[in-house]
Structure formats: C-alpha cells, structure tokens
C-alpha cells in the first residue's frame, strides 16, 4: 500500500508521460532526501533564491536564473517582468497595467491550454495579448505588422500542444526579437534540452522542475542578468501568491545536479519500450512499433494500434477499462481517435510494465 492508498486514494501506473495531473514525477531518492533535509532546518529564503539563480545559471548556460513554483507561474512572472521592470510602484500595481507598454506578442497556433490558458498566465502577469496569423499559418511580416510602441515581449510556446504546422520557428522568432531589440521568452516547460534556447539568444526561458528535469513541482526562468533580476523582484508583486518553496527550490536543485548523468537510465527506458512492444509483436489486431515524441525531444514510447473491427471493441473502451481497474492505468491517448494509444516508459515504477502488458491482454481475452 501505497501512501495514497492509505487515505483511500486509488493506486495510479503513470503510463502516460509526465503529466502535471498525474504528478509530475516520482523523485528519485537524492532529490526526496534533498527535499526531506531541507523541510527540517530553516534557510534566508533570498539568500536561497539567489543560489539557486546561480546553480540555475550554470546548468543552463544563461546570465541567471531564477526559481518558481512551477512553469505557468515562469509565465506569469516573465510577462510582469517585461512590463514592471525593477520600478516598485509598478510592481505592486500589477496585473493593471494600463498605460504601460504590456502587449505581449504570440502566434495564434500557440494559444494552446495546458491544463490551463497561456493567454490567462499572460495576462495575470499584466500583459495584454496580441495574436497573430491564423491557427495553421504564419509569417515574419505578420509579427512585424503587429509590433508597436506598446510591445513589451514576443512570446513562443514549445510544446506538443502547440501547432507545428505553419508557424515560425524559434530561430525566426529570436532573429525578429533581435532585429527590433524586443525581448523574446520561449515557454519550454517540458523541453528536455535546457541550454538550447539560451545558446540561441532567446532572452528568457521557462522550464518546468517537474517534467523532464524530474524534480518536485517547481520550474525556472533562466536568461539575461539584468531581466532575471527583474523575474526575482515579482515576489514583491503578482509573484507572492505563488511562491516557491524552500523544499521545492533544493529538491529542484538536486535534480538539476543530477540531470546530465541520465544516459543509462535512457537506454533502460528504451528497452522497457522495446519489450512492451515485443509483447504484442504477432498478435493480430495490434500494431506495435516504437514512436519519438511528436514534439521531436529525445523521448521513446511503445505506440499500440488497434484494429477495432478485428478485436471487436473501440480503444476509448479499452481506455476506459485501463483506468477504471485496480490499480488504475492511464496512457498517453492523444491519437486514440486514430485506434491509437502511447505507453511512456519514463513513468513506469519497476515492474509496472508487465501490468500494463497483462492487462491490455486481459481486456482483450488474449493469452
């Protein structure tokens, strides 16, 4: 029994990816000790935020960094930085900016919800939203047309939810920025390569601690010196009513510190995806192969298709009999109007894909 189990919440085999509504991630046991340690002794909270800017900074490659509770609140606290600067009195009158220079400019295929609206984090930190293009469609010159005296930001959102079909890319974006002397933040909350858009001279970054990086729920901005130190002085605004922990910033830490030594766990991810395909290599009415994600990061799921007709039931049936069972199983099932459902062997506790295989069997009466 788990500790969930023991306050009558359902037991969760995570086969869907790291998925803020799922958790995020199971901690590895140096960042639980490193959060355990912490809860138990008392620290300078700015002290510890600068620090951690600092160790941010390094794994990074950026100017600074600063730590958040989480990647929706880096959004939050960005924008409020761009329109708010260091200026107190503008801080303190954050989200209402009227006057200021607040629009914020974004592609119309990545006004996307996450879980929650970008266009509401933007606008919680002060920023009005300026879209651009169509959903599907989107050129330099509608950026550039958009761009006015009012433009504290061009924002570009790196995710899979976002459309990848007819957008600008993040270089174009960052070569606009760098034209027009506009700073540029790309939300890359659950990008696996954390210097990339650094390197690239984006101006701030935003990343999530709890997907990729495998902390606790928390995340970072990292960027430009003097722009960071403007993301720190929103604690004094918009940015107190989610503020970060001092567990949270040192389990983030640990898991930053252990981040770049994950290549054998890769390779064991990998070959727990090979075998659940192996499983049902020769069993008509599946289709199993190996996928890379659809947002092109270096992750590898087992992808199961499913001829309906042949196996006489609908995959949102057998979705649904997935995580109504005991323990509950949720896979990644973006494409199951397709027959199409994703097992993310990152999220799997040991042994957990044998479950899953077993009961997909089951399900489907097959030996």
């Not at 300026?130 to 009012?150: C, M, R």
């Not at 918009?238 to 290549?263: F, N, P, S, W």
């Not at 309906?308 to 995959?315: A, R």
Request: one cysteine or more; hydrophobic letters at 40%.
């Amino acid at each position: 029994m788990n500790i969930y189990q023991k306050y009558g919440l359902k037991q969760i085999i995570n086969a869907s990816g790291k998925m803020t509504a799922l958790g995020g991630s199971a901690l590895n046991s140096m960042v639980a000790r490193a959060m355990f340690e912490a809860a138990q002794d008392y620290v300078d909270m700015q002290e510890l935020t600068i620090k951690a800017g600092k160790i941010i900074a390094e794994m990074t490659t950026a100017e600074d960094g600063c730590p958040t509770v989480g990647a929706a609140a880096g959004i939050v606290i960005s924008t409020a930085a761009l329109i708010a600067g260091e200026n107190l009195t503008l801080i303190e009158r954050l989200p209402y900016s009227e006057g200021l220079s607040n629009e914020i400019i974004i592609q119309k295929g990545h006004l996307i919800n996450f879980g929650a609206s970008i266009a509401q984090m933007i606008r919680l930190g002060g920023g009005r939203v300026v879209e651009v293009g169509q959903v599907n469609h989107v050129k330099k010159d509608h950026i550039l047309e958009s761009i006015s005296e009012k433009t504290a930001a061009i924002f570009y959102v790196k995710s899979h939810h976002a459309a990848k079909k007819g957008m600008l890319s993040t270089s174009e974006i960052i070569e606009i920025g760098r034209e027009k002397n506009i700073p540029v933040i790309i939300d890359a909350a659950a990008e696996e390569d954390i210097k990339e858009y650094i390197q690239n001279g984006a101006n701030l970054v935003i990343y999530s601690g709890g997907k990729a990086i495998g902390g606790p729920t928390s995340g970072f901005i990292c960027g430009e010196k003097e722009l960071v130190e403007a993301c720190r002085l929103q604690y004094l605004g918009v940015g107190r009513a989610m503020k970060v922990g001092k567990e949270q910033i040192m389990g983030l830490i640990a898991a930053l510190e252990i981040y770049y030594d994950r290549v054998e766990t890769k390779q064991e991810e990998l070959q727990k995806a090979k075998w659940i395909v192996e499983q049902f290599k020769n069993i008509q009415g599946i289709t199993a192969s190996i996928i890379q994600d659809e947002a092109g990061r270096e992750i590898y799921r087992a992808q199961l298709k499913f001829d309906e007709k042949k196996l006489k039931i609908s995959t949102d049936e057998i979705i649904n009999k997935l995580e109504m069972g005991e323990p509950s199983i949720f896979t990644r099932n973006y494409y199951a109007n397709l027959g199409i459902i994703s097992i993310d062997p990152r999220t799997l506790l040991s042994g957990q894909e044998k479950i899953i295989v077993n009961r997909i069997k089951e399900i489907l009466n097959i030996q």
